[in-house]
């Protein structure tokens, strides 16, 4: 099933493209907003499930390009994301040690929002094009046998950096957590719609050009791997978002105007825009361009990035 939220947040079941308004079916889940009634659906979703598959098919429903989507899954508890989970299309020797990092869920944004970047004296911003994990049930310390039973579903995910913010050392707070670098969308899919999330196709196009296109079989911790380490740490809630990461080969500048589209097999295509109102500038170049460029290259490794060439800050 494909979730939606649609308008002023009215819950919809995406059927072809039409969007069925099923809130009348879920409204008597206990709720202040529509994240903790997204959160509380997916914890009932068993009891839930039958509800809406009945109002779906009774509903005539409304053209998806007459709606304004909304992200679907607007106030999870947290963020994980997965830091250096890719093997960089066999560059890497051996994946790198499993790491994560939080990100703020008020980072949220939508299908058809924008990204702003905020007035800061990042080297570059870019955004990682990831698919995401959504967490069905309460989770701790579970195995990684257990840990897709764990899982509700998938969304696409874009991990928004604000990179080579001083002082050196202090970065993934202030890096990650900005208003809007969490572009999420445009619906979320339950688990038994994709039959093997290690094997799905991730593309991101910046204006039309496509900058990222690899497949989540390169990860370096599977997901299974990346739930089990996570709930070691910290308990996963109903509706928190795992981020798996992201191959770092095609990231690129993100600048004023542009329009990013990120899709997954199965996923749909999120679309939003980038504002800048200082108007930087970057050259249109990749990290693997430009790490095809330097001088000296470490296998496996793509921390080279272009230079600021306009624009307040730039050297």
């Known amino acids: 099933m494909k979730l939606v939220y649609f308008d002023d947040f009215k819950l919809g079941v995406l059927k072809g493209d039409a969007v069925i308004d099923v809130s009348a079916a879920v409204s008597e889940i206990p709720h202040t907003g529509p994240g903790d009634l997204m959160n509380g659906l997916i914890e009932r979703w068993d009891s839930y499930k039958p509800k809406l598959e009945a109002a779906a098919a009774g509903g005539a429903g409304v053209p998806l390009s007459g709606v304004r989507l909304r992200p679907p899954v607007p106030a999870p508890r947290t963020i994980d994301c997965m ?36 007035d800061v004296p990042a080297t570059i911003f870019e955004g990682e094009a990831e698919i995401a994990v959504v967490i069905g049930r309460k989770c701790s310390h579970v195995s990684e046998a257990e840990a897709m039973s764990y899982v509700f579903g998938y969304i696409n995910f874009i991990d928004g950096s604000a990179r080579g ?38 593309r991101l196009w910046n204006n039309g050009v496509l900058m990222q296109d690899f497949n989540t079989d390169d990860m370096g911790h599977k997901i299974a791997k ?15 978002i795992v981020a798996t990461g992201t191959n770092h080969r095609g990231l690129n500048p993100f600048m004023d105007g542009d329009t990013i589209e990120l899709e997954t097999k199965g996923l749909g295509r999120l679309k939003f825009g980038i504002r800048d109102d200082l108007k930087r500038g970057w050259a249109r170049k990749t990290r693997q361009q430009m790490h095809e460029e330097a001088t000296e290259k470490t296998a496996g490794l793509y921390p080279e990035i272009t230079p600021q060439i306009s624009g307040k800050y730039a050297k």
Not at 165 to 186: C, E, H, Y
């Open 165 to 202: 913010l001083p002082p050196s050392g202090n970065v993934f707070f202030q890096m990650k957590s900005r208003d809007t670098f969490a572009p999420i969308g445009p619906w979320l899919v339950t688990a038994d719609e994709i039959k093997d999330p290690q094997k799905l196709q991730i």
């Open 83 to 118: 830091a250096v989970n890719y093997m960089e299309d066999g560059t890497r020797s051996a994946p790198a040690p499993i790491n994560a990092f939080h990100k703020s869920p008020s980072a949220i944004i939508g299908h058809g929002d924008t990204m702003v970047l905020p």
């Open 226 to 240: 990346c739930i089990a380490w996570l709930s070691s740490i910290h308990t996963l809630q109903p509706g928190d």
